[in-house]
């Protein structure tokens, strides 16, 4: 199963109100595992950066002059076919979602439906209700270590939402899950049992050293017996 953790940056937080698209980043995920497939991309939104996105993101105007505009295609042709037929995942999606069709209808692109889109936050706030469902948070409860944290960026935040979305459907031990669907790919799937040998393999004891052995458990007396049944037993296991 292929989705694509994805997090933009905006110039402000209002899409209907002239907010923009400043960074996008995007991570490729198989499985729940990242491939190392990442689209990224700083965007000149025709508009001044927010004191407050500033703050957050460290992103400034002087940063944007000169990247290409959303339009470009080098970002809104690329960035869809990165997207191909994925399901997209998005910590508090509507967010993102919002800002990318707005894009997208500018340009003159038709809008991405919202079936198509997971929201991360939404799944944690599930899974732990009441509790803090950041991403700051979640990366702290499952141990994920988020120091170059600084400022928010889209890329990393994807790169962080990878682990987090990872551990909210069940770990890591859930790539080595041997009740997993049929799954022939490197990430996960059911084992599938080892061939046996068509011959067993020929006993590695030699007539002397069988000989030998019955000689000295005969020692035994009536115990002898049994011994050498159970000599017999553990031979043809090897066999």
């Not at 105007?61 to 869809?80: C, N, S, T």
């Not at 990165?82 to 340009?107: Q, T, Y």
């Not at 030998?212 to 011994?227: M, P, Q, V």
Request: aromatic letters at 10%.
């Amino acid at each position: 199963m292929r989705e694509i953790m994805f997090d933009v940056e905006t110039t402000g937080l209002f899409h209907d109100q002239g907010d923009r698209i400043i960074e996008i980043g995007a991570v490729e995920v198989v499985n729940f595992m990242p491939t190392g497939e990442i689209f990224q991309a700083y965007v000149d939104p025709g508009r001044s950066v927010s004191k407050e996105t500033i703050e957050i993101t460290g992103i400034t105007d002087d940063m944007l002059e000169g990247k290409p505009r959303f339009e470009d295609p080098e970002i809104v042709d690329k960035l869809l076919a990165f997207f191909g037929d994925a399901r997209i995942v998005a910590h508090n999606a509507k967010f993102d979602h919002g800002f990318l069709n707005m894009e997208l209808k500018r340009c003159g692109y038709d809008p991405i439906p919202y079936d198509r889109w997971l929201d991360s936050a939404a799944m944690a706030r599930t899974k732990f209700p009441g509790s803090p469902v950041s991403l700051d948070a979640l990366c702290k409860r499952f141990n994920i270590n988020s120091d170059a944290r600084t400022f928010h960026g889209a890329l990393l935040d994807s790169q962080l939402l990878a682990e987090v979305y990872l551990e909210l459907n069940g770990g890591r031990h859930r790539t080595f899950s041997f009740d997993a669907n049929d799954g022939d790919d490197e990430f996960g799937g059911r084992r599938k049992p080892a061939k046996q040998r068509p011959n067993p393999l020929p006993s590695l004891i030699t007539e002397e050293e069988r000989a030998a052995h019955f000689a000295y458990i005969s020692e035994f007396g009536a115990k002898s017996r049994w011994l050498q049944s159970t000599w017999d037993a553990a031979e043809a296991d090897q066999g």
